[in-house]
T-cell receptor, first 115, second 118 residues
Framework: AQSVTQLDSQVPVFEEAPVELRCNYS??????LFWYVQYPNQGLQLLLK??????LVESINGFEAEFNKSQTSFHLRKPSVHISDTAEYFC?????????????FGQGTILTVHP | DTAVSQTPKYLVTQMGNDKSIKCEQN?????MYWYKQDSKKFLKIMFS???????INETVPNRFSPKSPDKAHLNLHINSLELGDSAVYFC?????????????????FGPGTRLTVL
């Protein structure tokens, strides 16, 4: 079984400041890792994912996440946030080699960007 | 065009009633899912269907019955609604080639259905 812990339930920051949203996971098998974003009153959208290869993955809107196997972490970072980044962010894992796509989610982190 | 759609968006009903939530995807995917997001925003998978066949059935009360008339639709029927069923229910789909040993495919989520049981 897998579990995901997002260490911060809420992260307030000012516009143009850097931000890091923390995610740790536990699993007895290798996993794929994901970050999803949920804007107010909308469904979840995939932000980025790590499947294999380079441990640093990037999204098209400036977010990046680094897979750290030894620390079982997949923290999400952005060097300069915008008001439009205000949303809830979910970290998720899926066990490799399993049948079909059962995602295990963390509890979510609400990112609020203030002007 | 909406990739994964759900109806209704909001559903308010009394305890004991039976209700259904519909989900449709136009992505040509083989696998569909239902997730429940509780009041603490915790998302948990309920069911998954692949080509109309049930493949994931988490510990969910028998009052919840998914139905997949074809691989583009996965509906969720809930009998004898209880207060604790109040949540946001998300449908998702993916192509899912995991069994072939290739990379997992992205799950695309619908906008959610907010169910309130009074």
């Amino acid at each position: 079984a897998q579990s995901v812990t997002q260490l911060d339930s809420q992260v307030p920051v000012f516009e143009e400041a850097p931000v890091e949203l923390r995610c740790n996971y536990s699993s007895s098998v290798s996993v794929y890792l994901f970050w999803y974003v949920q804007y107010p009153n909308q469904g979840l959208q995939l932000l980025l994912k790590y499947l294999s290869g380079s441990t640093l993955v990037e999204s098209i809107n400036g977010f990046e996440a680094e897979f750290n196997k030894s620390q079982t972490s997949f923290h999400l970072r952005k060097p300069s946030v915008h008001i439009s980044d205000t949303a809830e962010y979910f970290c998720a894992v899926r066990a490799k080699g399993t049948s079909y796509g059962k995602l295990t989610f963390g509890q979510g982190t609400i990112l609020t960007v203030h002007p | 065009d909406t990739a994964v759609s759900q109806t209704p968006k909001y559903l308010v009903t009394q305890m004991g009633n039976d209700k259904s939530i519909k989900c449709e995807q136009n992505l040509g995917h083989d696998t569909m899912y239902w997730y429940k997001q509780d009041s603490k925003k915790f998302l948990k998978i309920m069911f998954s269907y692949n080509n109309k066949e049930l493949i994931i059935n988490e510990t969910v009360p028998n009052r919840f019955s998914p139905k997949s008339p074809d691989k583009a639709h996965l509906n969720l029927h809930i009998n004898s609604l209880e207060l604790g069923d109040s949540a946001v229910y998300f449908c998702a789909s993916s192509q899912d080639r995991a069994l072939a040993g290739g990379p997992t495919d992205t799950q695309y989520f619908g906008p959610g259905t907010r169910l309130t049981v009074l």
